[in-house]
Nanobody, 117 residues
Framework: QVQLVESGGGLVQPGGSLRLSCAASGSINAIYVMGWFRQAPGKQRESVATITSSGSTVYADSVKGRFTISRDNAKNTMYLQMNSLKLEDTAAYLC???????????WGQGTQVTVSS
């Protein structure tokens, strides 16, 4: 079992920045990839960025150059630094962890990011 708790969401103006955090607990040694996903009202959930236990990252085209995903293994925490935020970044942001060997996915409860002027 893995528990994930997100924090750091909020209201920000276009062009602003936010940093999301995802604290993991439980069977953290089994985690091999973590990621941030987002879901806006009426839209499908989409992958924003993922990071493996070795530090390899993948970003959605829509956030490349603006968002940075990172992990602090000592703190069992994953981050998403979001810069140059746009109106279309407004969504609930969810943290995901996939474990081995089952490849089961665990999800946090989500944190709301609203970009508005």
């Amino acid at each position: 079992q893995v528990q994930l708790v997100e924090s750091g969401g909020g209201l920000v103006q276009p062009g602003g920045s936010l940093r999301l955090s995802c604290a993991a607990s439980g069977s953290i040694n089994a985690i091999y990839v973590m990621g941030w996903f987002r879901q806006a009202p009426g839209k499908q959930r989409e992958s924003v960025a993922t990071i493996t236990s070795s530090g390899s990252t993948v970003y959605a085209d829509s956030v490349k150059g603006r968002f940075t995903i990172s992990r602090d293994n000592a703190k069992n925490t994953m981050y998403l630094q979001m810069n140059s935020l746009k109106l279309e970044d407004t969504a609930a942001y969810l943290c995901m962890a996939r474990v081995v060997p089952s490849l089961r996915e665990y999800w946090g409860q989500g944190t709301q990011v609203t970009v508005s002027s």
